[in-house]
């Protein structure tokens, strides 16, 4: 499909290690001038379910800074554009929760807010676990619940579980199960 945007200029606002935030001057699909805000992340966002013989899994709490508030997620964080998205999420599940897992299955790729950012995420399950040691980053204050998965969808379907990546893969790995996918 042919794209109704034209671009007439874009400039740099601001920029740090995670993002660069460009304002656009545009002319929009119904031929009007205006403007269009963009955050570019400089990392993919990643996600991982890990999921054991008996339907476990481990969310990961934290306090969010963004939010002013505390959160339950899956196991996630960020991965260099350059780097393959599987050794990623294999860092951050051994950082996160100490876990290594021995298989692995991307279920998703996400788009996480397209309408201001080009932020890419990708959600995989990972299974034949093995605990091991976590290694926190200095910014993480993580805490590790492991509980059934059933009980993860829960929490989900009663917002008690509100991150986009956590929601889309927790409810996907229960599609895939349930159609005998994974």
Do not use: C
């Not at 505390?70 to 393959?84: A, N």
């Amino acid at each position: 499909m042919k794209n109704p945007w034209k671009k007439i200029s874009d400039k740099e606002i601001y920029d740090n290690p995670w993002i660069k935030v460009e304002e656009h001057q545009i002319i929009n699909p119904s031929g009007n001038e205006g403007i269009y805000g963009k955050v570019h992340f400089k990392n993919k966002a990643l996600g991982i379910v890990p999921l054991d013989d008996e339907l476990n899994t481990w969310l990961v709490g934290q306090y969010r800074y963004t939010l002013d508030e505390y959160t339950w997620e899956i196991p996630m964080g960020g991965g260099l554009i350059d780097v393959d998205v599987l050794e990623s999420a294999k860092r951050e599940l051994k950082e996160e929760t100490g876990l290594v897992a021995a298989s692995w299955q991307n279920i998703l790729r996400i788009h996480t807010s397209n309408s201001v950012t080009d932020e890419e995420g990708f959600v995989f399950v990972a299974k034949d676990l093995t605990q091991g040691e976590t290694a926190f980053d200095d910014t993480e204050d993580l805490k590790i619940r492991k509980l059934k998965l059933s009980e993860a969808v829960r929490l989900v379907m009663s917002n008690e579980i509100t991150d986009s990546l956590s929601i889309a893969g927790l409810l996907k790995t229960k599609l895939l199960l349930d159609e005998g996918k994974l």
